[in-house]
């Protein structure tokens, strides 16, 4: 069974500050990852996706990605109010294997 | 900027009625999705689908699942006989391509069975 871990928090930050999050698999063959946001009674929203070790920047947001210790991480700089939510780490396995296996995602507040 | 969409947004059904969800995926997309999040839960793969077949299914898209897709544009989700447990968020998601390619997400479809 295909395992994506996640802290499901919450994890409170202040306005301003980096808020850090992580996410484990358990699948060595996985080959692409993603982090979504998802307000309460809301869809998925994709922040950011990494294929290859190391760091991925986008604006406010940093993806990491460690294939040999298969951790993956989200941070977020500059916190915001408006960041409040589920951050939702998701992996998929590569090849023919087009399902995405989500974890249970990481409620993050983010005080102003 | 492109998006899926999905209709209805919620849909409520007595047991045993069957339910039809809807999806319109982005316009380039070939690849299709199912998923679904039980209140509380994590989303959890239900189907994919390209080139009008199925391409892979979990467990949980038992023989009460069907998918279509019945012209250009629309992807829908059949419950045949639903259950109190199908009560759920049904999301469709499409990708450009298979495999590992990014998959977006329509706005989602609150299903609840009475």
């Known amino acids: 069974q295909k395992e994506v871990e996640q802290n499901s928090g919450p994890l409170s930050v202040p306005e301003g500050a980096i808020a850090s999050l992580n996410c484990t698999y358990s699948?060595?063959?996985?080959?692409?990852f993603f982090w979504y946001r998802q307000y309460s009674g809301k869809s998925p929203e994709l922040i950011m996706f990494i294929y290859s070790n190391g760091d991925k920047e986008d604006g406010r947001f940093t993806a990491q990605l460690n294939k040999a210790s298969q951790y993956v991480s989200l941070l977020i700089r500059d916190s915001q109010p408006s960041d409040s939510a589920t951050y939702l780490c998701?992996?998929?396995?590569?090849?023919?294997?087009?399902?995405?296996?989500f974890g249970k995602g990481t409620l993050l507040t983010v005080n102003p | 900027e492109p998006e899926v969409t999905q209709t209805p947004s919620h849909q409520v059904t007595q047991m045993g009625q069957e339910v039809i969800l809807r999806c319109v995926p982005i316009s380039n997309h070939l690849y299709f999705y199912w998923y679904r999040q039980i209140l509380g839960q994590k989303v959890e793969f239900l189907v994919s689908?390209?080139?009008?077949?199925?391409?892979?299914k979990s467990e949980i898209f038992d023989d009460q699942f069907s998918v279509e897709r019945p012209d250009g544009s629309n992807f829908t989700l059949k419950i045949r006989s639903t259950k109190l447990e199908d009560s759920a968020m049904y999301f469709c998601?499409?990708?450009?391509?298979?495999?590992?390619?990014?998959?977006?997400f329509g706005p989602g479809t609150r299903l609840t069975v009475l």
């Open positions: 998601a499409s990708s450009e391509v298979g495999g590992p390619d990014t998959q977006y």
């Open positions: 689908f390209y080139n009008n077949e199925i391409s892979e």
């Open positions: 998701a992996v998929n396995s590569g090849g023919s294997n087009y399902k995405l296996t």
């Open positions: 699948d060595r063959g996985s080959q692409s």
